[in-house]
């Protein structure tokens, strides 16, 4: 039972989580610095309506770049409509 579960139990356990977790409509940025030996860096996490994180990055940038490029994997991911323009 061990071997067949390492073997099929995540390619069924990721479905089922990327499923339950695109069921929330409302997500939350938060970012935070952080020093990385002696340089700051920010840490972003998403986290759905439920509580569950839906994607973490840490980078040395802060900037509205840095923030689309985590929208847009994270959309990307979770099979949402994409970012478009430059706004």
């Known amino acids: 039972m061990r071997r067949w579960a390492v073997k099929f139990g995540l390619g069924i356990a990721r479905p089922i989580r990327s499923a339950a977790l ?3 409509d ?3 940025l938060d970012e935070v610095a952080v020093t990385i030996n002696g340089k700051k860096h920010w840490l972003w996490r998403t986290v759905g ?5 839906l994607d973490v990055l ?3 940038r802060r900037d509205r770049h840095a923030a ?3 929208m847009r994997k ?3 991911k979770h099979g949402r409509v994409t970012c478009t323009g430059n706004r």
């Open 22 to 24: 695109a069921r929330g």
């Open 26 to 28: 409302k997500w939350h």
């Open 49 to 53: 309506q439920h509580g569950a994180v």
């Open 58 to 60: 840490v980078q040395s």
């Open 68 to 70: 689309r490029r985590l």
């Open 74 to 76: 994270l959309l990307k």
